[in-house]
């Protein structure tokens, strides 16, 4: 499994563990970094926190990992800075124009890799001169693109439009994924979901077996008109898709719901109130094992799946 994102990230194996909200602690972004994968922090708002998250995922690992930076925050350039300053090994960045930022951040040190849902934005993060795009699908959790393109789709039409190496994320959480990434063009691949159903990860115990406990058709996309979002099907995804069908503005919507609803969920446990973020995969994942169980299973498995590919394809 050594690819180019190994080699420009400086990992064993190319999975990487997304920059979820709240819930990328630094004991999960150390876990997986020391597993051979990449680990990652969400940054956060508060440069001071983001310094102190940095250095104590450094008193738990020697390897590289990252933090990802959404653009639009207006302390994205103070986030940025304290990532340089802390010598971290990628930035990830994020809703926003990567070009903005991407030679300030590898004059000074860090790779960076840009999270993109088209192939137009893969084009302009190439030319921005990012080292790594990630592509993430319509089937991932949390925040999404107002564009309904699926992983399926997405990864192929990207690895045909760019040079770069593609990440694969949205829907991954077993060999069965990787390889399918693989098989679309990617050279590597994002994990948001199987991770938070992790030992290290801190989100909340409800939360999990909220999870554990979702079907196939368990999440659903809320918030259409003003920030997709997807999240378990509850008594709130409920009530925004109502006040949707009810033409109710984006305005009141967000004025109604109020800060604090994904935390509420994801750390406090509230799985009627709160926006539980999770992505489709959710109804195949069964169970909370370490890190190093998921590293585990995924390479354990890859070569007997790909024999088993092999002789299908072979009749």
Same mark, same amino acid.
């Given at each position: ?62 390897? !590289?990992?990252?933090?990802?930076? !959404? ?11 304290? $990532? ?8 990830? +960045?994020? @809703? ?25 934005? @893969? ?11 990630? %592509?993430?699908? #319509?089937? @991932? ?26 990440? $694969? ?5 077993? %060999? ?9 063009? %990617? ?18 115990? @409800? ?14 996309? +809320? ?13 709130? %995804?409920?009530?925004?898709?109502? #006040? ?72």
């Amino acid at each position: 499994m050594k690819t180019r994102v190994c080699e420009i990230l400086g990992i064993a194996v190319p999975i990487i563990q997304g920059g979820m909200v709240y819930v990328s602690n630094p004991e999960l972004a150390a876990a997986v970094s020391n597993a051979g994968g990449l680990g990652q922090l969400y940054s956060g708002k508060d440069p001071d926190i983001l310094r102190e998250r940095i250095q104590q995922v450094r008193q738990l690992t020697t390897k !590289p990992f990252g933090v990802n930076v !959404p653009l639009l925050l207006q302390e994205a350039k103070d986030l940025i800075d304290v $990532a340089i300053e802390e010598k971290v090994s990628v930035i990830f +960045t994020s @809703a926003g124009n990567p070009a903005k930022f991407t030679e300030y951040i590898k004059e000074r040190g860090p790779r960076v890799c840009h999270v993109i849902p088209s192939v137009r934005l @893969a084009q302009k993060a190439e030319g921005s001169g990012v080292d790594l795009i990630v %592509a993430e699908g #319509w089937e @991932a959790g949390g925040h999404n693109a107002y564009d309904d393109v699926t992983t399926m789709t997405l990864i192929p039409q990207v690895t045909d439009a760019v040079q770069l190496p593609v990440v $694969a994320a949205g829907g991954i959480a077993d %060999a069965r994924g990787v390889v399918a990434a693989f098989a679309l063009g %990617a050279e590597g691949v994002q994990m948001g979901t199987r991770f938070v159903m992790t030992q290290e990860c801190i989100a909340h115990q @409800a939360y999990k077996e909220a999870i554990i406990g979702a079907p196939d058709t368990g999440t659903v996309i +809320t918030g259409r008109a003003f920030g997709p979002t997807r999240i378990l099907k509850n008594k709130l %995804a409920e009530t925004i898709i109502n #006040w949707e069908r009810q033409g109710m503005s984006s305005e009141a919507i967000l004025e109604k719901l109020g800060p604090g609803r994904s935390k509420k969920a994801l750390l406090n446990g509230d799985m009627e109130e709160g926006s539980p973020m999770i992505g489709q995969i959710a109804g195949m994942i069964d169970d909370v094992v370490s890190v190093q169980e998921v590293f585990d299973r995924i390479t354990s498995q890859l070569e007997p799946l790909l024999q088993k590919l092999q002789q299908k394809l072979s009749g």
